[in-house]
């Protein structure tokens, strides 16, 4: 057993451990790494963000943070839903320290979910229905919220943004792709600032319902992980995100599978309706801001080359994807027809 291992099964109290007690590098993503910790018969997930101050401004404001996720966690798990549960320290914190001699950071520890990945491309149709159901049953459960929706799900880059990434991004992977989407990006852009900052009433949501954020169990239900990204959402909008997320892929529409969730979600009591171009806004504004984001790491000459590779594939897969305003048009009709229908 290394230090590291021993170190979290003191800290979180689980016990010694012994010498079957094993922490397993499992997955990165683009801000931290995934582990599995397996001890006493147990196992856990363990996250491992690879900022050292995770992006809070100090440990007691990323404690409220990571306390209230808990909390939303709860909630969502006493509604009946499967999710994750948060597991505390011998302190009841929820966001531990890492001694630099370990590698530093911040650490977090969460009961693991066995399942697997509902797809590992895009595969028209997979788990339409119970997809829908899940986020039905998320939005039927979800606690109102007085928290303002951040700027990350409102705001889109500047036009000048994409100029200098342009511009500076002649040697990239991805330069032409981008080149080739500017004028794209920005119609995209336009439609989120033409459409006025999201009022309440909000309902907390994940925020991030993407097919690498789901698992499916062994008895096929869909069960949402990562829930780093929760907070308050107009209930359309994260429907409209998760629609385009799992059932378009660049100019291909499912049709099918967009009717099959939205039918799926009325049944289970979602409360969300896609109305308009603006219900996909929220998707719009993290999708791009990611992208700039991740595009300018992939340039920054201090990011990792391990960090850089990263960088590069997310941007070149967001390129390919990302749906242009015809496309959301499309989805959206869809959904009206279906709603027109009854």
Not at 27 to 44: D, Q, T
Not at 93 to 121: E, I, K, M
């Amino acid at each position: 057993m290394d230090e590291l291992t021993a170190y979290l099964l003191d800290a979180f109290g689980l016990g010694g451990g012994g010498a079957a007690a094993r922490l397993t590098f499992v997955a990165r993503g683009a801000e931290g790494r995934v582990s599995l910790l397996e001890c006493h018969g147990l196992r856990y997930a363990v996250k491992q963000p690879f900022a050292a101050d995770a992006g809070f401004p100090d440990l007691a404001a990323g404690e409220e943070v990571v306390r209230r996720e808990a909390g939303h966690l709860t909630h969502f798990a006493q509604a009946g839903i499967p999710v994750p549960v948060p597991v505390a320290d011998r302190d009841g914190r929820f966001l531990v320290p890492v001694p630099v001699t370990l590698g530093g950071g911040l650490v977090r520890l969460s009961t693991w979910v066995d399942g697997t990945a509902p797809r590992a491309d895009f595969v028209p149709g997979l788990h339409a229905t119970e997809l829908g159901t899940l986020l039905g049953r998320l939005h039927a459960a979800a606690p109102a919220t007085d928290d303002p929706i951040g700027w990350w799900y409102r705001t889109v880059p500047e036009a000048q943004v994409w100029a200098d990434l342009v511009e500076r991004g002649t040697d990239q992977p991805w330069h032409d792709a981008l080149v080739r989407r500017v004028a794209d990006l920005e119609r995209l852009c336009d439609l989120v600032r033409a459409v006025p900052a999201p009022t309440g009433p909000f309902v907390v949501g994940h925020r991030d319902l993407h097919p690498d954020n789901l698992l499916v169990t062994t008895d096929g239900q869909l069960v949402p992980v990562d829930w780093e990204d929760v907070g308050p959402v107009l209930p359309d909008r994260e429907l409209a995100k998760v629609l385009v997320q799992w059932h378009v892929d660049g100019e291909e529409v499912d049709a099918s599978a967009v009717r099959r969730t939205v039918t799926a979600y009325r049944a289970a009591g979602g409360t969300g309706a896609v109305h308009g171009l603006d219900s996909f806004t929220m998707l719009l504004s993290g999708e791009l801001n990611f992208l700039a984001r991740q595009a300018a790491a992939s340039q920054a000459p201090a990011t990792e080359d391990a960090h850089r590779r990263h960088a590069v594939a997310e941007v070149q897969e967001c390129l390919l994807w990302l749906p242009s305003l015809s496309t959301l048009q499309h989805v959206l009709d869809v959904v009206l027809d279906l709603m027109a229908a009854g």
